[in-house]
């Protein structure tokens, strides 16, 4: 898709998820999502590897019983600096896979890099408001599954980075199960890498710094280098 149709794309996208969240039976508040999907839809169109994120849910602190949502996931992107780390990591790993700069000798996030996030794919399985430790996704991905499948096949990314999302959820989908590992692209128990048709599925940890705490040797600069050298390693391949 150019970019015209891509910005079509996400704005049927938006609806159906505005209808399909007042149709779930949790959502007694009557919350709208928060609209997931790409920023710089241009970028994004024009970009020599399209990368798509999927990660879990968003959040939205409740004070009352006031409905939430209804704004997209990329509002706060604005200084990179004062960016939560989950997505200063984010930006770190699209400048590896745009200059195959290593983790540990990049600068500061910077516009550039925050450039190169907007222009990625950031969508999560549940769309709807949610704390902190709202639980397990398998429920969500059941209420969500075909809108995250068709997100898939419309922006139609090169690269599916998986931030936990990948076990248990799109690794039973068919594009998955058909899919070849490349072990050659990635590290046991922390990147795994599989081929499917011509998309790069990366499996790997979330990004959130929550990470360290269940895997202390899978620090920042091991987290990002494992998933740039799947990436760069299937671009070049």
Known sequence: MNATELSKFQEEMHEKERVHAATLEQNVHGDEPIYDGVCDIKGYAEAPIKVMWVLKEPWEKRENHEALGGWPIWEPWS??????DMWKTMMHVMYGITTGVRSEQMPVVNDEMLGL??????????????????????KSYEQWR???????RGYNPDVIIFGNTYDGLFENEEFAMNSKSRQ???IPGIVGAYISGKKLLVDAWHPSPLRICR?????D???VDSIVKAVRG????
Request: net charge positive.
């Open 184 to 186: 050659d692209l990635g």
């Open 221 to 223: 600069d091991v987290y």
């Open 234 to 237: 299937y671009k070049n391949s």
């Open 146 to 152: 075909e809108i995250l499948l068709e997100q898939i």
């Open 117 to 138: 996030l907007k222009s990625s794919v950031y969508i999560n399985i549940n769309k709807m408001p949610s704390r902190p430790t709202s639980g397990k996704m398998k």
């Open 215 to 219: 895997k202390p040797d899978i620090t």
């Open 79 to 84: 200084d990179p600096a004062k960016m939560n």
